[in-house]
């Protein structure tokens, strides 16, 4: 219903139970209980028109008499921008837990992650009413601002190598770039998108490569070149891109993974909690890193400049322009091999 356009993301002081019931076809139909908000609404009062007026206003010229049915009528009608905010229904436990997952792994990094959190864990607890908000909604955007920004986030160490964690679900990618710090994976980006509708009928095992192969790319600005290690929670992979005997797009992908030269290393499915979180939560589509802080631009006249100050570079100068001796004692950084006699 995301998808088609039916129903969209909101943040809403409203909210409504939703659940799921069957149809007589197998499928099931979501239903939102607005008896609460039906209670406080004020509805249009009008008076019901006469079944013998309306046929006798239909006038002679009037020959051909038909009904229109339109599939899921209710979902056509579009609601008005004002009357949105209260028909809004609530996220699931499942989405506050698997983002509380996401920003638990890396709790350690974020400074006062308890309290932070605090205002959402108490959703998960036992007998406690699904209540959105001010609090939890301030408690889970300080969670994704810490999470997008540093000390959690880090600038590449392209001393150490790199590793690329990705995990699939039923509707999108997810991928974390990370480098070992202090014994602890820490992350220097995220990324995840959803999938098309072509890339839902792959098999299992092809999504699974689709996300190595689609994180690759992602990063490569960043990892290009550098020793990287993938962990996956999908065992095959681990001899897929050894394989000799692939044709057609896993031939293709084959070629685009052999150009970074990985290692795989398989984890377990419960250990592939950030990756896992971000293939069911497709916010992001693409990756977020550090703001790097910027600079006042040089120009050349100013490095120009500089170098004239220079106690150092003065002398260098000096010597090129007159051809005066350069006391070398004095500038003990530079070889005698660059001075010509």
Known sequence: MLEQGIIENSISNFNSPMFLVPKSSGEWRPVVDFRALNKITVPPRYPMPVLEEILQNLGEQNTVFSTLDLCSGFHQVELHQESRPYTAFSTTFDQVRSFLALSGYYRRFIKDYASIASPLTSLLKKDVPFQWSETRQKSFCDLKHALTSAPV????????????????????????????????????????????????????TEIEALAVVWALKKFKYIIYGYPIEILTDHKPLLHLFKGKDLF?????????????????????GKANVAADALSRNCALTCAVSTET???????????????RDDPMWSKVISYLETGNDLDLPHVPSLSPRFIQP
């Open 248 to 268: 057609g797009r896993m031939a293709r992908w084959l070629l685009t993974v052999l150009d970074y030269m990985p290692t795989f290393t398989y984890i377990k």
């Open 153 to 204: 986030l880090a600038y590449p160490d392209y001393s150490k190598p790199f590793i690329l964690n990705t995990d699939v679900s039923y509707s999108g990618l997810g991928a974390v770039l990370m480098q070992e710090h202090q014994g602890k994976n820490r992350p220097i980006a995220y990324a995840s998108r959803t999938l098309n509708k072509a890339e839902k009928n792959y098999a299992v």
């Open 293 to 307: 802080p910027t600079f006042d631009t040089l120009t050349h006249t100013d490095n120009f400049k500089a170098q």
